[in-house]
């Protein structure tokens, strides 16, 4: 079926359709109008509330540079234990996480999660010692279990997979202007060391959390469920949005709106995210990207201090790295949305995540610091916009909508445990050149980048067997079709 792009405005006229109920008025809808509205109501705090997430994750690594690791104790493996102990549960929690999104609305659920871990981050600035720290990690992985996923899904209960692409990059683009706004940020609270008897590391902590709770409070009245319940948009607005995520973009004909997750839950529908192959295959994708957005998260301010540089400077010197990875992170989401193509955008990141890496291993053994920072920033650079467009690329081609649910929480939750394994990649005794590291990274991302192709191999493959299918006629009904979701004949992958 042809679709028509989201920029033009939908008409529909009651008298020249015969499908029409009868009586119904003549609508217009302005749809670029109308996503409009939408992103600014529904973008700007998701992706405050995912910046505030990697922040309060990923702090830790800023923190170890200024401090940390002495007054604790953080000698031998215990740093990288203390930020992997995080991924367990996060990753185990990450599709319950996401059943409750959908039985107590995301306005509750996702504020909810969001005060909670904002209160285990304030708690992180007054541990005493490094089993304490150990314990508040815990913690945490359990309180932000269900804001990646959630905040994911969440997105594809408003827009369509064609509007996708670049409303997740928005969104994502958080975790790298995390990256760069904490460098800065703990190069700014560091500098309060010795205020309340505190150091500065803990600062970093309790200022970070303190926020998060309270964006977490307003987070309440600021967050809406679905285009079906938003008041801010008129009758048609909610009709035809609604429209436009049920049929994956398909044109408005006048009808009204029903709720987004009419589809009741079934455990079978958890099962089919368990037993699809498209998840699995995005997992080994996801981790492509995944094992350097973590690995870099706990060991870029150590790489570059390796490169001779104090812990101030390091920490600086990783904002432009992650600046240009949210650059790219929303103009490749703009271009893949503009040209509505997902895996070639994947497969050409995740080659320029290899080049990087290459370039790194090369500079280290050669010791040519100027080479390892390039490779670095390359690698990291790339992993961000990789990420995001994997994540779209497979949600896109999720259904019904509690099976979308439980595939987003099964993919992240799963692809989440890169963040155990990465950090685990770099251990001090490999110190400065990381080679290990480095040549374990190029490992995932050429298993990744096998995976993708293979992907979008077998999307295609599908694709012509299906239209082969429904050339030949198929008997089923409207129900039975829903029902399949993405299994069924007339479904078509989005490549």
Same mark, same amino acid.
């Given at each position: *079926?042809?679709?028509?792009?989201? %920029?033009?405005?939908?008409?529909?006229?009651?008298? %020249?359709?015969?499908?029409?109920?009868?009586?119904?008025?003549?609508?217009?809808?302005?749809?670029?109008?109308?996503?409009?509205? *939408?992103?600014?109501?529904?973008?700007?705090?998701?992706?405050?509330?995912?910046?505030?997430?990697?922040?309060?994750?990923?702090? #830790?690594?800023?923190?170890?540079?200024?401090?940390?690791?002495?007054?604790?104790?953080?000698?031998?493996?215990?740093?990288?234990?203390?930020?992997?102990?995080?991924?367990?549960?996060?990753?185990?929690?990450?599709?319950?996480?996401?059943?409750?999104?959908?039985?107590?609305?995301?306005?509750?659920?996702?504020?909810?999660?969001?005060?909670?871990?904002?209160?285990?981050?304030?708690?992180?600035?007054?541990?005493?010692?490094?089993?304490?720290?150990?314990?508040?990690?815990?913690?945490?992985? +359990?309180?932000?279990?269900?804001?990646?996923?959630?905040?994911?899904?969440?997105?594809?209960?408003?827009?369509?997979?064609?509007?996708?692409?670049?409303?997740? !990059?928005?969104?994502?683009?958080?975790?790298?202007?995390?990256?760069?706004?904490?460098?800065?940020?703990?190069?700014?609270?560091?500098?309060?060391?010795?205020?309340?008897?505190? /150091?500065?590391?803990?600062?970093?902590?309790?200022?970070?959390? @303190?926020?998060?709770?309270?964006?977490?409070?307003?987070?309440?009245?600021? @967050?809406?469920?679905?285009?079906?319940?938003?008041?801010?948009?008129?009758?048609?607005?909610?009709?035809?949005?609604?429209?436009?995520?049920?049929?994956?973009?398909?044109?408005?004909?006048?009808?009204?709106?029903?709720?987004?997750? %009419?589809?009741?839950?079934?455990?079978?529908?958890?099962?089919?995210?368990?037993?699809?192959?498209?998840?699995?295959?995005?997992?080994?994708?996801?981790? $492509?990207?995944?094992?350097? @957005?973590?690995?870099?998260?706990?060991?870029?301010?150590?790489?570059?201090?390796?490169?001779?540089?104090?812990?101030?400077?390091?920490?600086?010197?990783?904002?432009?790295?992650?600046?240009?990875?949210? #650059?790219?992170?929303?103009?490749?989401?703009?271009?893949?949305?503009?040209?509505?193509?997902?895996? #070639?955008?994947? @497969?050409?990141?995740?080659?320029?995540?290899?080049?990087?890496? +290459?370039?790194?291993? #090369?500079? %280290?053994?050669?010791?040519?610091?100027?080479?390892?920072?390039? !490779?670095?920033?390359?690698?990291?650079?790339?992993?961000?916009?990789?990420?995001?467009?994997?994540?779209?690329?497979?949600?896109?081609?999720?259904?019904?909508?509690?099976?979308?649910?439980?595939?987003?929480?099964?993919?992240?939750?799963?692809?989440?445990?890169? !963040? /155990?394994? /990465?950090?685990?990649?770099?251990?001090?005794?490999? /110190?400065?050149?990381?080679?290990?590291?480095?040549?374990?990274?190029?490992?995932?991302?050429?298993?990744?980048?096998?995976? $993708?192709?293979? *992907?979008?191999?077998?999307?295609?493959?599908?694709?012509?067997?299906?239209?082969?299918?429904?050339?030949?006629?198929?008997?089923?009904?409207?129900?039975?079709?829903?029902?399949?979701?993405?299994?069924?004949?007339?479904?078509?992958?989005?490549?």
């Amino acid at each position: *079926m042809e679709m028509k792009p989201a %920029s033009e405005k939908f008409e529909h006229d009651s008298g %020249s359709d015969e499908h029409s109920p009868a009586g119904m008025e003549a609508r217009s809808v302005d749809t670029k109008k109308t996503l409009r509205q *939408m992103d600014y109501r529904v973008i700007p705090i998701v992706t405050l509330l995912y910046l505030l997430s990697f922040l309060d994750r990923g702090n #830790i690594g800023n923190a170890k540079v200024q401090g940390m690791e002495e007054d604790l104790k953080l000698t031998g493996n215990r740093y990288n234990l203390a930020y992997t102990v995080f991924f367990f549960p996060y990753a185990l929690l990450e599709l319950p996480a996401n059943l409750l999104l959908k039985k107590l609305r995301p306005s509750i659920w996702l504020p909810a999660i969001m005060v909670a871990w904002g209160l285990v981050t304030t708690l992180t600035g007054i541990v005493k010692s490094y089993n304490g720290l150990l314990v508040i990690r815990v913690m945490l992985g +359990v309180a932000e279990a269900g804001q990646y996923p959630g905040c994911a899904y969440y997105l594809t209960m408003w827009y369509a997979p064609q509007d996708l692409g670049l409303r997740q !990059g928005m969104f994502f683009s958080a975790a790298a202007l995390a990256g760069s706004f904490s460098g800065l940020l703990a190069y700014a609270l560091a500098q309060m060391d010795g205020v309340g008897g505190l /150091a500065g590391w803990r600062w970093i902590f309790i200022i970070e959390g @303190i926020v998060t709770v309270v964006i977490g409070v307003a987070a309440f009245f600021l @967050i809406t469920d679905s285009p079906d319940k938003a008041k801010w948009l008129t009758a048609d607005q909610r009709a035809w949005a609604t429209h436009r995520v049920q049929t994956r973009g398909e044109e408005w004909n006048g009808q009204k709106a029903e709720e987004i997750d %009419s589809d009741g839950f079934k455990w079978k529908y958890v099962g089919r995210a368990f037993t699809d192959w498209q998840i699995w295959l995005g997992i080994l994708v996801d981790w $492509a990207s995944t094992c350097t @957005i973590y690995g870099m998260s706990a060991f870029l301010p150590s790489i570059v201090a390796n490169l001779g540089y104090d812990g101030n400077q390091a920490n600086l010197l990783t904002i432009p790295v992650y600046a240009t990875a949210c #650059i790219l992170t929303i103009v490749l989401s703009y271009l893949s949305d503009r040209f509505q193509k997902r895996s #070639i955008f994947v @497969i050409f990141l995740l080659c320029a995540e290899l080049v990087g890496y +290459v370039l790194t291993m #090369i500079g %280290s053994s050669q010791l040519i610091n100027g080479l390892s920072y390039a !490779g670095v920033f390359i690698s990291t650079a790339a992993c961000y916009p990789a990420f995001v467009l994997t994540i779209t690329w497979v949600l896109s081609n999720l259904a019904p909508t509690y099976k979308r649910a439980s595939g987003t929480a099964v993919l992240v939750g799963l692809g989440n445990l890169a !963040g /155990a394994m /990465a950090p685990n990649f770099y251990s001090s005794e490999t /110190a400065p050149e990381y080679l290990m590291g480095h040549g374990l990274e190029i490992m995932m991302v050429s298993l990744g980048l096998i995976s $993708a192709t293979v *992907m979008r191999f077998l999307y295609k493959k599908q694709n012509k067997k299906r239209e082969e299918l429904v050339a030949n006629g198929i008997s089923y009904t409207a129900d039975e079709l829903a029902d399949m979701g993405d299994r069924a004949p007339t479904y078509q992958y989005k490549l």
